[in-house]
């Protein structure tokens, strides 16, 4: 039987302690799943995705996934997204890329596999720096999934650094072709997720060489393996760079190019050219070659919002069923969720993913705006958004990291099993602090916009500041916190700022001192990391606040201004100690600070597992699969826990025989002898 309370569904079947948590709550879920995703109908259209998906049992994991072996795990995730493929038109709008992505995450999960770059990294490429003629090539067949492409970019000896990428692609003049080469071992392509095994088709960057002159990074199309018999072409080597983190379910590859020969008209040159008589055609923009990476990151903030919510899914139902320990009544322990110290461990991490999830829908659709002003030859919005996403994803992908770990230990023992599903989600976010730019280098970005952005400031210049720097410009006039949010982004910008300003002065003094501009700046670069990640934390707040203001639902409203207080206290105290320095904040309001915080805590206390169930990830998204295993993990909707651990645990390939190999071969030898 099933009743509504508030449109949240409550089941007889479920474990009693997680449906006493659903009717504490003061607002409705799937209200607070519009404002997440931005409609009504965006979240509904997720809810009936994951409703037709759970109906198709062959797009279910056929075996629990920590079970299966490398290759099992390869040839499952293929398995599972060439039978998505057939079921897509049907269950999506193929044009919409988060329906995409929303499908692509339930039936895989966060193993990888060998299509998930080809939509993410080989097509948007493609479409971006591609010609109308070059769509008219590849594009269609792209998107019927007729050829697979990867991005190769990274090599083994150089990632961060692309200006330094090795592999050449020289113009020959005679032929009218470019001449892909991998000189040396280092300048293998290494890392491309699905380059290893899976792609017949490659967008490669390579530096483009004209009569000698080294013209930098370049985009080409190149096929790297045979339709037909998929083997590799001849003058490529290509394969698998090994098992990692996580992504196992992908195979990211190495590649190498032996003098292979690719036509003319397969660098993608709709914004740059090499024509027939070797004449270089510049693009609008030096870095315009970069455009694709700045869309991924305006993308990550939302993903990595995502990534840590369900991660919090899994600790926050689990904490409410986990009962451990006493409070006041001795005749029932109580629920781990109860106590203090859990509350601060994961109700923050449930703001920041709330904040990182609004962050992201600004940032998409400031990307958006700025490929449609590239599409009509306007490139001055690129700079701003480089340097922002620079930021946005450094700063994400680090307290996503922090989150889910915090997740992971919220759930004691049982969060260290695979059942609990945590360390493979961490595995994948925690990759996304490395991946489309290492964090500190794309810090490094970000400072060197603040830092010229200081510089105007200091040049009696306010009036050149961007909107997102104007506050570089800002008096200091000290503020009172008890009037609210408005007062926490003055002391953050404050904070901000300051950090901005010692950085660039420290920088200035040491080119004074004579060190070098590029020594000097290495010197100051902690200093510089500091200010870039202030500088972002200022911004992902005034985007919570936004998205707060813009409410209209009062239940969620209030919800949600909780949220964002206990954020606001939380990350101001985090970063309280720069205004301390300088007495710009008052011990009482530290004091107020943290007491603000606790206070925060105990009003979502009765809202905590309701601000995750909005998020409605599925069971089979968090891997605990209706159909085929009914067993499995910690962060399952019913909250039936225990019963299900055992049943994965007797699952284990390890429990299918008595007496393993490794008893009759090893340790029964050892024994006997120690008789002896
Ligand atoms: C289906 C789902 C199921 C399960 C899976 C779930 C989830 C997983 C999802 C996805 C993850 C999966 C796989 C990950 C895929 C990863 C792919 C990659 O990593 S691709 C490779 C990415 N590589 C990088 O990001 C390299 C980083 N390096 C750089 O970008 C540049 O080298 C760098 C910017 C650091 C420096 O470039 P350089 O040319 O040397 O410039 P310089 O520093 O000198 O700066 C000069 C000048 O240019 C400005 N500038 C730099 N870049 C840009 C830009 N992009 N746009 C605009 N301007 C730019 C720079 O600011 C400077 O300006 P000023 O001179 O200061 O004015
Ligand atoms: C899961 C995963 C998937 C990937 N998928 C792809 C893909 O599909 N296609 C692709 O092309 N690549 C891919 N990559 C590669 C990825 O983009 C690079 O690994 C990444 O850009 C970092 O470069 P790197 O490995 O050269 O690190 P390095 O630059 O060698 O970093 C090592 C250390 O040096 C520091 N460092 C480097 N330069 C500087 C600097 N200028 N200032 C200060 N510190 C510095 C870094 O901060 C870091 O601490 C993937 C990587 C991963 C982990």
Same mark, same amino acid.
């Given at each position: 039987?099933?009743?509504?309370f508030l449109n949240k569904e ?6 009693? &302690?997680l449906?006493?948590e659903r009717?504490t709550a003061t607002f409705d879920t799937n209200k607070m799943a519009e404002v997440i995703y931005g409609?009504e109908?965006l979240a509904r259209?997720r809810r009936?995705?994951s ?9 279910? &994991? ?7 072996? =490398? ?71 792209? #998107? ?20 330094? @990428? ?25 890392? *491309? ?14 530096? $483009? ?11 080409? !199309? ?17 394969? &698998? ?45 030096? #870095? ?17 919002g995502t990534?840590m919510a369900q991660?919090l899914t899994?600790?926050v139902r ?19 969720? &109860? ?8 109700f923050?991490?449930i703001a920041?993913s709330y904040?990182?999830i609004f ?22 919005? !690129? ?91 800002? *008096? ?8 609210? *949010? ?10 901000? #700022? ?34 870039? =990640?202030?500088?972002? =934390? ?9 998205r707060?203001?813009?409410i209209?639902d @009062?239940s969620i409203k209030m919800v949600l201004?909780d949220l964002?207080?206990?954020? $606001? ?35 979502i206390?009765p809202n905590a597992v309701s601000l995750v169930d909005s998020f409605q990830f599925s069971?089979?998204q @968090? ?12 962060g399952?909707r ?6 299900? @651990? ?14 393993? *190999? ?12 120690? #008789?002896?």
């Open positions: 039987m099933t009743m509504v409550i089941r007889d079947g479920d474990n009693p &302690d449906t006493e009717k409609s109908k259209r009936e995705i409703q037709a998906v759970s109906l198709i049992p062959e797009l279910a &994991d056929s075996k629990p996934l920590p079970f299966l072996s =490398r290759n099992e795990k390869i040839l499952e995730s293929t398995r599972k997204v060439t039978a998505l493929n057939e079921h897509l038109p049907r269950l999506i709008n193929m044009n919409d890329e988060d329906e995409a992505w929303h499908i692509h995450s339930e039936v895989i999960g966060f193993e990888g596999n060998p299509l998930a770059l080809h939509h993410s990294l080989f097509i948007p490429p493609l479409v971006i720096q591609g010609s109308d003629e070059q769509h008219e090539k590849w594009l269609g067949r792209a #998107k019927r999934r007729e050829i697979i492409g990867c991005y190769a970019q990274t090599e083994l000896g150089h990632g961060s650094n692309i200006r330094k @990428l090795e592999t050449t692609a020289t113009y020959s003049l005679s032929t009218q072709e470019f001449i892909l080469h991998t000189p040396t071992i280092n300048a293998l392509k290494w890392w *491309p997720g699905a380059l290893g095994k899976s792609s017949n088709h490659a967008v490669v960057v390579a530096s $483009l060489i004209i009569k000698e002159q080294n013209y930098g990074p370049h985009l080409f !199309m190149v096929q790297i393996r045979d339709e037909q018999s998929h083997e590799p072409l001849p003058g490529i080597a290509v394969g &698998d760079i090994g098992p990692k983190m996580a992504f196992n379910g992908a195979d990211n590859g190495f590649l190498g190019f032996n003098n292979f020969r690719i036509p003319r008209g397969n660098l993608l040159n709709r914004h740059c050219n090499v024509e027939v008589d070797g004449t270089y055609v510049r693009p609008p923009h030096d #870095k315009m070659n970069y455009a694709g990476m700045i869309r991924v990151r305006s993308r990550m903030a939302a993903e990595q990534f991660a899994i600790a689990y904490s409410a069923v986990r009962r451990q320990g006493f409070l006041e009544n001795k005749s029932q322990e109580v629920k781990v969720l &109860d106590y203090q110290t859990q509350q601060h461990r994961l923050p991490a920041r904040a990182f962050c992201g829908f600004e940032t998409i659709q400031k990307y958006e705006t700025l490929q449609n002003e590239m599409n009509s030859g306007n490139v001055s919005l !690129m700079a701003d958004l480089h340097a922002l996403t620079s930021g946005i994803k450094s700063v994400v992908t680090y307290q996503t990291g922090e989150g889910i770990e915090q997740a992971r230990m919220a759930c004691g023992g049982h969060g260290y099993s695979m059942a609990s599903y945590i360390s493979e989600i961490y595995g994948c976010a925690i990759g996304g602090c490395t991946y489309e730019g290492e964090n500190m280098v794309m810090l490094l970005q970000l400072a060197r916009y603040l830092v010229k952005s200081v510089e105007l400031a200091m040049r009696g210049k306010p009036g050149d500041l961007g909107p997102m720097v104007a506050y570089l410009a800002y *008096p200091d006039i000290k503020v009172d916190l008890v009037t609210g *949010p408005e007062a926490y982004v003055k002391m953050f910008q404050h904070i901000s #700022k300051r950090q901005s300003i010692k950085a660039t002065e420290k920088f200035h003094r040491k080119m004074e001192s004579g060190v070098s501009r590029d020594e000097a700046w290495n010197q100051c670069a902690v200093e510089l990391t500091r200010a870039s =990640r202030l500088h972002t =934390r200022l911004y992902i707040i005034e985007t919570f606040i936004r707060v203001d813009s209209e @009062l201004t964002m207080n206990l954020h $606001l206290n939380y990350e101001l105290l985090d970063v309280a100690s720069y205004a301390l320095e300088d007495g710009f904040m008052s011990s009482t309001q530290m004091g107020f600070i943290k007491n603000q915080l606790y206070s925060s805590l105990e009003k206390r069971d089979l @968090l891997r605990s699969n209706l159909l085929n295993f009914l067993f499995q993990v910690l399952r019913d909250g039936h826990v225990y019963q299900n @651990l055992f049943e994965w645990a007797k699952s284990s390939p390890l429990n299918q025989t008595e007496v393993l *190999p490794s008893v009759t071969q090893y340790l029964k030898p050892m024994m006997e002898k120690a #008789k002896l």
